[in-house]
């Protein structure tokens, strides 16, 4: 009879340990998924206000935000996302040694910091070769460097191939495109083409309406933009462009 209830304890012992092992982990698992979240919606927030306000950014803040996003991705290393973040972060850390008046960077920091970025990106290809974000942010890095070689446009036709609806794709062609305009470049003959399409779809989607209508306000360039784009195209047709005053 003790050999039986012995035997009936030692059942229980075992599976009360199971069950608060799996309550342990479970409970480590949302510790770090509460600790990633919350981390993750700091940078992305961070991000999203120098994107609205680059003149805010600092040296110091994007600092703290690559070491935030550096500690999530110790935590969760398969995530495409989160190298794009970095991608981002270490290109607005280029953006805040110009921006700084009281930092002075060599120029090889400045170029170090944008290969790292590159880096960034390529990690995020990896995971996730057909995310078009990738691609203009590699993309993105070479116009920084000055290097609008056969390459760059390769990661051009990349991102249009793998996302030619997105927002992101028609934003930087857009951006792209108006520059050299602006800085009469001889690129602007090649991206013209689809720099007229990237408009087009860019101004009729919402995510990057916004933003383009701004580049082209900002530049001064209503009349060009209005000549790029064809009367029935939904700028012009609705109107946002105000083209009959031209």
């Not at 996302?163 to 305009?181: K, L, W």
Request: glycine share 4%; with cysteine; net charge positive.
């Amino acid at each position: 009879q003790f050999a039986h209830w012995k035997k009936k304890f030692k059942w229980r012992g075992a599976v009360t340990f199971l069950f608060a092992s799996i309550a342990l982990f479970s409970f480590l698992g949302s510790t770090t998924q509460f600790f990633v979240s919350n981390t993750y919606y700091s940078v992305k927030n961070s991000l999203d206000a120098w994107n609205s306000a680059p003149s805010s950014v600092s040296e110091k803040d994007v600092e703290i935000a690559l070491i935030k996003i550096e500690e999530v991705i110790d935590k969760t290393p398969n995530n495409a996302l989160y190298y794009q973040l970095q991608g981002q972060l270490y290109e607005w850390l280029h953006f805040s040694f110009a921006n700084d008046s009281e930092v002075l960077t060599s120029a090889n920091n400045q170029t170090s910091t944008l290969q790292s970025a590159a880096l960034s990106y390529k990690e995020s290809l990896k995971l996730r070769p057909n995310w078009s974000g990738g691609w203009i942010g590699l993309a993105s890095v070479k116009w920084k460097l000055g290097e609008l070689d056969s390459q760059f446009y390769q990661y051009l036709d990349n991102a249009v191939n793998v996302g030619p609806q997105d927002a992101i794709v028609h934003r930087f062609i857009a951006e792209f495109g108006i520059t050299m305009y602006v800085n009469k470049s001889v690129h602007y003959a090649k991206i013209l083409k689809r720099l007229r399409h990237h408009l087009d779809l860019g101004i009729k989607n919402p995510l990057s309406r916004k933003s383009i209508l701004k580049l082209i306000s900002e530049n001064n360039i209503n009349e060009p933009a209005c000549r790029w784009l064809a009367p029935s195209t939904f700028a012009v047709s609705t109107g946002l462009l105000n083209c009959e005053q031209n």
